[in-house]
């Protein structure tokens, strides 16, 4: 199973980004769960949100109610839509995937991309 992730970029405090990550090689997309982590310069890599394999979803505190996280599974690709974005949320972020229910713990996740990097300027 190989990820993808893009949709990164620069934007101003307030903005929106969508990133994306799709998933390609033998992959049964509904029976796993899929995650975004991220990892600022200096700081270690933080969970972010998930989406299981069933379609529930979890967030950490700080990006409740600004981000949401969805999937297409006839794309295999899972998206996390992130709203009214803080500088705070500057960081490369890493979309990861796993069979079965999910874990906040990064190691616990067998699959990931390579990452893109998201700016938020104040």
């Known amino acids: 199973v190989q990820l993808q992730a893009y949709g990164g970029g620069l934007v101003q405090a307030g903005g929106s980004l969508r990133l994306s990550c799709t998933a390609s090689g033998r992959t049964f997309f509904s029976r796993y769960s899929m995650a975004w982590f991220r990892q600022a310069p200096g700081k270690e890599r933080d969970f972010v949100s998930a989406?299981?394999?069933?379609?529930?979803?979890h967030y950490t505190e700080s990006v409740k109610g600004r981000f949401t996280i969805s999937r297409d599974i006839a794309k295999n690709t899972v998206y996390l839509q992130m709203n009214n974005l803080k500088p705070e949320d500057t960081a490369f972020y890493y979309c990861a995937g796993r069979q079965g229910q999910y874990f906040t713990a990064g190691a616990r996740y067998n699959y990931w991309g390579q990452g893109t990097q998201v700016t938020v300027s104040s």
């Open positions: 989406i299981t394999w069933n379609g529930s979803t």
